[in-house]
RNA sequence: GGUUCCGUAGCUCAACUGGAUAGAGCAUCUGCCUUCUAAGCAGACGGUUUUGGGUUCGAGUCCCAACGGAAUCACCA
């Protein structure tokens, strides 16, 4: 219920682009999503739209509908921080004030009569919820991201409770005094975890662990279930996998947490509550506006329509932006710096797009001039040193893959792609095409073009970058 | 404090999983557009791979320690 922030992008891209190479090097893949509806945060901005909205929609304010809860979720912890400091003024301890603020009691309320169904919480959960999916969804079609199916955690906490009760009577969990439900971990170095609050209620544990399940027997057979999730989660997955393998559910052994590091800006990392974030939204449209820009002041596409531009701005804007965060190795955190990190010159997407357009254009005028554009029976004599480099790069394509693959790294692919690009940037500066007379070698740079222009296409695509035909 | 991860050019990142002279981009400086798109190319500058030990024929990479940084250890998700 948070608006999508570049955290958001990086492991949205990552897990897109991963599942893209894992498809290239011979597996199936399917992608879901799991959808967090439910829980306490979804309360607090419940809670606070009833308190503060008078009745406001994304239509009657104009607001993006993730923004909109995004607001009131502030909103509420705006609220819960007054009226927490105001019971501290009153002599109350500040953990205890942290407990007893009455906006959280009513979050809290508010999710214990949603589990009870009741009619009237639910119908103003479906509706909020409603918005976010709304906003979300422009964004995820903005960033080119789809799935093949969704989890919503409404749908498979109570599977999770279900779980919870088996390994209590199994005595795989214990019970507290207060009726709260346990694992110990201890001998695993994991520590106690909370499975059920004390008022029955489901935590984010529980739900995962009913996620898990489900998607167990709806996809009999799984040879890897893949978890793209920010390595701030490490501790929760390696406890939700102990878990499971507790439990003996079939699969377990199977799971793989892709951990990834968090993207931190120049003043350090970025906090919802601070504002300190980088708005999915805003960055996308920022960048396609870079774009604009940079190809006005080059003029060279001047003659293209409006709709064809703002595809292209697109492609070269968010293509610099997937780029940008594919390129690092995920495990890695690393530095964004709004204000310079995303260039289009350099080790960029702009810059491999930009040779793709010059073959391309190459291409397309030798097949005006009528010459020997096909692939086949060329003389391989004819080449020199930097052709075969250039070459020796392009046959690195296959190897890069499968590691890629092995180890759900997009930047491999990224990395190759750009030293393939780089080689063949430095070639065409000095090996003409149109102008050389010998036809051998003539058809032998077009075959060359060809492979090299296909091979950057289609490792672009696997990190969900574009390739424009101009530029 | 426990656990996990990280430390490579001024900055952002590579380094084929232990191999030869540690490579790119940005930034700075110098050249190259009457020739297939200059969002380009060539060159210069820039390093005791945080420090100290160890293993090895060989260490940025593996082990130990110190220093520095991050994440996590919630009846948040």
Redesign the pocket.
């Known amino acids: 219920n948070k608006p999508l922030h570049l955290g958001h992008l990086r492991n949205n891209f990552l897990g897109y682009s991963v599942a893209r190479i894992l498809e290239a090097a011979g597996h199936e893949v399917i992608k879901v999503q799991i959808i967090?509806d439910?829980?306490?945060?979804?309360c607090?901005s419940m809670v606070a739209w009833q308190k503060f909205g008078n009745g406001e929609t994304p239509s009657s304010s104009g607001l993006k509908g993730d923004k909109l809860v995004g607001k009131y979720y502030v909103a509420f912890d705006r609220a819960y921080k007054e009226e927490a400091a105001e019971l501290v003024t009153g002599g109350m301890t500040e953990e205890e004030a942290k407990?007893q603020a009455p906006i959280?009691l009513e979050a809290?309320s508010l999710?214990h009569r949603w589990e009870q169904s009741d009619a009237e919480v639910v119908d103003l959960w479906k509706t909020m919820n409603g918005w976010v999916y709304d906003g979300f969804g422009k964004t995820y079609t903005e960033m080119g991201v789809d799935f093949d199916k969704l989890y919503y955690?409404s749908d498979t906490y109570l599977l999770g409770k279900d779980q919870v009760a088996a390994g209590l009577e199994s005595g795989v969990f214990f019970k507290?005094d207060?009726?709260?439900v346990w694992i110990e971990l201890s001998d695993e170095?994991?520590?106690?975890?909370?499975l059920l609050?004390?008022?029955g209620?489901?935590?984010?544990?529980t739900?995962d662990i009913g996620t898990a399940i489900l998607r167990y027997s709806d996809f009999p057979g799984l040879e890897r279930q893949i978890y793209t999730v920010?390595?701030?989660?490490?501790?929760?997955f390696?406890v939700l996998f102990t878990i499971l393998k507790k439990l003996g559910v079939e699969g377990a052994e199977k799971n793989h947490h892709l951990s990834y590091?968090?993207v931190?800006l120049p003043e350090?990392?970025m906090k919802s509550r601070e504002g300190t974030v980088v708005d999915a939204d805003d960055l996308l449209e920022e960048m396609a506006n870079t774009?604009r820009e940079?190809?006005t002041e080059?003029g060279?596409?001047d003659d293209l329509s409006e709709e064809e531009k703002d595809v292209?701005?697109k492609q070269?804007g968010y293509g610099?932006l997937k780029y940008?965060l594919l390129?690092?190795?995920p495990?890695?955190?690393?530095?964004?710096?709004p204000k310079?990190?995303i260039?289009?010159?350099?080790?960029?997407a702009?810059?491999i797009?930009?040779?793709y357009?010059?073959a391309?254009?190459?291409l397309?005028?030798?097949e005006e001039a009528g010459f020997n554009t096909s692939t086949e029976s060329l003389d391989a004599s004819v080449w020199d040193v930097d052709e075969l480099r250039l070459i020796q790069q392009a046959l690195?394509w296959p190897?890069t893959v499968e590691?890629a693959a092995?180890?759900y790294?997009p930047?491999?692919v990224a990395?190759h792609t750009?030293?393939l690009?780089?080689a063949f940037?430095?070639?065409?500066?000095?090996?003409?095409?149109?102008?050389?007379e010998n036809a051998a070698v003539r058809d032998a740079?077009i075959a060359l073009t060809q492979c090299v222009a296909h091979q950057i296409k289609t490792a672009m695509g696997l990190l969900g970058i574009d390739m424009?035909?101009?530029?």
């Open positions: 967090n439910r829980g306490i945060h979804i607090k407990k959280l809290q999710l955690e507290k207060d009726g709260s170095g994991l520590d106690e975890k909370l609050r004390k008022d209620t489901a935590v984010y544990m739900q920010g390595n701030e989660q490490e501790y929760h390696k590091g968090m931190e350090g990392k774009a940079m190809a080059l060279k596409i292209l701005f070269v610099a940008f390129k690092v190795s495990t890695k955190s690393m530095r964004f710096d310079a990190s260039d289009f010159i350099g080790n960029t702009p810059f797009q930009f040779n357009v010059r391309a254009s190459m397309a005028k030798c690195m190897a590691l092995a180890q790294d930047s491999l990395n750009y030293d690009t780089k940037s430095r070639w065409y500066q000095d090996h003409p095409v149109l102008g050389e740079r424009p035909k101009r530029m």
